[in-house]
């Protein structure tokens, strides 16, 4: 008998998938992006796939891996390819010099790393995903129960040791081969759903106690992050260790209010199909988003979202629902684009 579906579960995904969007769409807020929007997004992304996976299901690692090789690995290289085709015939000539001076094969590579940041880089995550995965498999295996989450706790720190060390002694290349470095820092993440699916399918605001709890620790979540947040791209020690116990802090608060709404409106078919549909939005996200954004400076002036914060929010919006259409055609007519489809029905 197939298991109910539990709607507050696509409710944190589909607000997940929203901020996302929200993070990649002009204009950059360094503030704002790098210590709301991503301590709303990561944190929960990777618990929730975490809350979903059971070791239980799987006889044997081969198994497992295939499974998730589907899942994972054919929308990787399948989009991968869609969209190194349109760059090398449209992206290099409309991209301007700095495009035009990316090597051809360079997005080859990145691709074989396992972070396309040249066509692809939403999918930076799925990689991540991907190998985090396959080592918590093994981590689950090797470790008793008890002290899964306290192992992985522990394999963040010393990877996060070792980073530091890198900035130092230029060595340790291979922690950036399909995100090993950021599998390990957000694996105590993936090992909190995992290990703790009772006390988060019983969270509740029930009580204005509970409610506060969970908003106090929200905003020290956010003041934290605010903090040390860096203002320019590059990320530097402070901050990679302060998303940790932001994370674990912004986590009850995000589930409670995704459960007060599935008490109140119940299972919605849309939020659902955005919700399995969420690969083709990482994937497809920066291309609408570009698209828009010309649009808009093409009906109105050039630099119309610079000079208006709030178009952010609604083009990320307008991503949402534009996407939708297009993930709804690949799910009915090539589902073999993401894995599923009777191609892959004996995996």
């Given at each position: 008998?197939?298991?109910?579906?539990?709607a507050?579960?696509?409710?944190?995904?589909?607000?997940?998938?929203?901020?996302?969007i929200?993070?990649?769409?002009?204009?950059?807020?360094?503030?704002?992006?790098?210590?709301?929007i991503?301590?709303?997004?990561?944190?929960v992304?990777?618990?929730?796939?975490g809350?979903?996976?059971?070791?239980?299901?799987?006889?044997?690692?081969?198994?497992?891996?295939?499974?998730?090789s589907?899942?994972?690995?054919?929308?990787?290289?399948?989009?991968?390819?869609?969209?190194?085709?349109?760059?090398?015939v449209?992206?290099?000539?409309?991209?301007?010099?700095?495009?035009?001076?990316?090597?051809v094969?360079?997005p080859?590579?990145?691709?074989?790393?396992?972070?396309?940041?040249?066509?692809?880089?939403?999918f930076?995550?799925?990689?991540?995903?991907?190998?985090?995965?396959?080592?918590?498999?093994?981590?689950?295996?090797?470790?008793?129960?008890?002290?899964?989450?306290?192992?992985?706790?522990?394999?963040?720190?010393?990877?996060?040791?070792?980073?530091?060390?890198?900035?130092?002694?230029?060595?340790?290349e291979?922690?950036?081969?399909?995100?090993?470095s950021?599998?390990?820092?957000?694996?105590?993440?993936?090992?909190?759903?995992?290990?703790?699916?009772?006390?988060?399918?019983?969270?509740?605001?029930?009580?204005?106690?509970?409610?506060?709890?969970?908003?106090?620790?929200?905003?020290?979540?956010?003041?934290?992050?605010?903090?040390?947040?860096?203002?320019?791209?590059?990320?530097?020690?402070?901050?990679?260790?302060?998303?940790?116990?932001?994370?674990?802090?912004?986590?009850?608060?995000?589930?409670?209010?995704?459960?007060?709404?599935?008490?109140?409106?119940g299972?919605?078919?849309?939020?659902?199909?955005?919700?399995?549909?969420?690969?083709?939005?990482l994937?497809?996200?920066?291309?609408?988003?570009?698209?828009?954004?010309?649009?808009?400076?093409?009906?109105?002036?050039?630099?119309?979202?610079d000079?208006?914060?709030?178009?952010?929010?609604?083009?990320a919006?307008?991503?949402?629902?534009?996407?939708?259409?297009?993930?709804?055609?690949?799910?009915?007519?090539?589902?073999?684009?993401?894995?599923?489809?009777?191609?892959?029905?004996?995996?």
């Amino acid at each position: 008998m197939a298991k109910q579906r539990q709607a507050w579960l696509d409710y944190v995904r589909f607000f997940s998938i929203f901020l996302v969007i929200v993070f990649h769409t002009p204009p950059r807020l360094p503030l704002f992006d790098n210590a709301v929007i991503l301590n709303l997004r990561v944190p929960v992304f990777f618990c929730i796939s975490g809350f979903l996976y059971s070791i239980e299901k799987w006889g044997s690692f081969k198994q497992y891996a295939m499974h998730r090789s589907k899942q994972i690995l054919v929308p990787y290289i399948t989009f991968f390819i869609i969209f190194y085709t349109l760059w090398l015939v449209v992206g290099r000539r409309l991209g301007g010099p700095s495009e035009q001076s990316i090597p051809v094969l360079t997005p080859v590579w990145e691709f074989l790393l396992g972070d396309p940041k040249v066509v692809l880089a939403p999918f930076w995550y799925i990689a991540c995903l991907y190998t985090m995965q396959l080592l918590y498999y093994w981590v689950e295996r090797l470790v008793p129960r008890r002290w899964v989450f306290a192992a992985c706790l522990g394999l963040a720190l010393c990877t996060f040791a070792l980073l530091e060390m890198e900035h130092s002694r230029p060595a340790f290349e291979w922690w950036r081969v399909w995100n090993v470095s950021n599998a390990l820092l957000f694996m105590p993440f993936y090992a909190l759903g995992n290990n703790f699916k009772r006390q988060l399918s019983g969270l509740k605001l029930s009580s204005f106690k509970v409610l506060l709890l969970c908003l106090v620790l929200a905003a020290a979540s956010m003041a934290g992050m605010v903090l040390v947040a860096p203002l320019e791209g590059t990320d530097y020690p402070l901050y990679m260790l302060a998303r940790i116990p932001a994370g674990f802090m912004v986590i009850p608060a995000y589930f409670g209010i995704a459960k007060w709404l599935a008490d109140r409106y119940g299972r919605i078919k849309t939020i659902e199909f955005v919700t399995v549909s969420g690969t083709v939005y990482l994937g497809m996200q920066n291309y609408f988003i570009v698209a828009g954004k010309l649009l808009l400076n093409h009906l109105f002036y050039d630099g119309v979202i610079d000079d208006h914060v709030w178009l952010k929010f609604l083009l990320a919006l307008v991503v949402m629902v534009a996407i939708y259409p297009v993930a709804w055609f690949i799910d009915r007519y090539t589902p073999w684009l993401i894995g599923k489809g009777k191609l892959f029905e004996k995996y």
